[in-house]
């Protein structure tokens, strides 16, 4: 009996580490790029999102050997194929809303890095239009249906309406995953940066919001400052992000 035992335990011992591997392993989804939002079959409101952050952040997580599912958009710098990688592909916020609430469930934790727009195009129109208008809110019921706006007119007012925060819903969607964002202001003070970051992290009972300022990125420099409930930490590349990120996540309770 004791033989057998031992042996048992042998035999146990010898899958441990390959136990413990597998159970590591985390479920991560994450959201990169920047959404487009289409004026008409041409044109369109974007932003100057590239998607290299999301990028690295990805491969850094691939690496430790997590399972990674990639929101980005078809222009976004993209990892190379990997086995424990997928990728969905999204064009506008609303395209963005409709795959997370999908998806949002399966995953243990979200990095939303991706570039939102703010406002989606309703309507655009000559400035004539507008100025013999009684009551500027009849072209927010509009819709141009030419696949091409015409271009003849001088000036032209475009209507825009604001997109959903779609951070906002996502504990909606999962209360148990684990929330990192991103919040991105220009030219600020650090004080500022910081407390704008904290307030988002409260109002979206997020985890963890790293906050940057876009005059402190550049080709090989992006400071960020990790923004925890009673933690600040700061680093200055997107390797030491993505490093740091990795270093956060792991230490999560699942």
Same mark, same amino acid.
């Given at each position: 009996?004791? &033989?057998? /035992?031992?042996?048992?335990?042998?035999?146990?011992?010898?899958?441990?580490? &390959?136990?413990?591997?597998?159970?590591?392993?985390?479920?991560?989804?994450?959201?990169?790029?920047?959404?487009?939002?289409?004026?008409?079959?041409?044109?369109?409101?974007?932003?100057?999102?590239?998607?290299?952050?999301?990028?690295?952040?990805?491969?850094?997580?691939?690496?430790?050997?997590? *399972?990674?599912?990639? !929101?980005?958009?078809?222009?976004?710098?993209?990892?190379?194929?990997?086995?424990?990688?997928? !990728?969905?592909?999204?064009?506008?916020?609303?395209?963005?809303?409709?795959?997370?609430?999908?998806?949002?469930?399966?995953?243990?934790?979200? !990095?939303?890095?991706?570039?939102?727009?703010?406002?989606?195009?309703?309507?655009?129109?000559?400035?004539?239009?507008?100025?013999?208008?009684?009551?500027?809110?009849? &072209?927010?019921?509009?819709?141009?249906?030419?696949?091409?706006? /015409?271009?003849?007119?001088?000036?032209?007012?475009?209507?825009?309406? $604001?997109?959903?925060?779609?951070?906002?819903?996502?504990?909606?969607?999962?209360?148990?995953?684990?929330?990192?964002?991103?919040?991105?202001?220009?030219?600020?003070? *650090?004080?500022?940066?910081?407390?704008?970051?904290? $307030?988002?992290?409260?109002?979206?009972?997020?985890?963890?919001?790293?906050?940057?300022?876009?005059?402190?990125?550049?080709?090989?420099?992006?400071?960020?400052? &990790?923004?925890?409930?009673?933690?600040?930490?700061?680093?200055?590349?997107?390797?030491?992000?993505?490093?740091?990120?990795? *270093? $956060?996540?792991?230490?999560?309770?699942?």
């Amino acid at each position: 009996t004791i &033989f057998f /035992s031992f042996t048992k335990f042998l035999s146990l011992s010898f899958y441990l580490p &390959f136990i413990f591997v597998y159970n590591s392993a985390m479920k991560i989804l994450v959201t990169s790029g920047g959404t487009s939002e289409a004026i008409d079959n041409v044109r369109s409101i974007t932003n100057h999102s590239t998607g290299r952050l999301g990028k690295i952040i990805t491969e850094t997580l691939l690496a430790a050997g997590h *399972e990674v599912c990639l !929101i980005t958009t078809k222009r976004a710098l993209k990892p190379e194929a990997h086995p424990n990688l997928s !990728i969905r592909e999204i064009n506008n916020t609303n395209d963005l809303l409709v795959v997370m609430q999908e998806l949002v469930k399966e995953y243990q934790v979200l !990095i939303h890095s991706m570039a939102v727009s703010d406002y989606t195009p309703v309507y655009i129109t000559g400035l004539e239009e507008v100025q013999a208008s009684p009551n500027l809110e009849e &072209f927010l019921s509009k819709q141009n249906h030419q696949a091409k706006i /015409s271009s003849t007119d001088e000036v032209q007012v475009l209507f825009l309406k $604001k997109t959903p925060k779609i951070i906002s819903l996502v504990k909606e969607w999962n209360p148990a995953i684990h929330l990192i964002g991103f919040k991105l202001l220009v030219d600020v003070n *650090e004080e500022h940066l910081v407390d704008i970051a904290r $307030k988002s992290l409260i109002k979206n009972q997020a985890d963890l919001i790293i906050a940057n300022d876009l005059t402190q990125i550049s080709a090989n420099q992006h400071r960020a400052i &990790f923004v925890e409930k009673d933690q600040l930490q700061t680093v200055q590349t997107k390797e030491e992000i993505a490093e740091l990120l990795l *270093e $956060k996540i792991q230490a999560y309770d699942f």
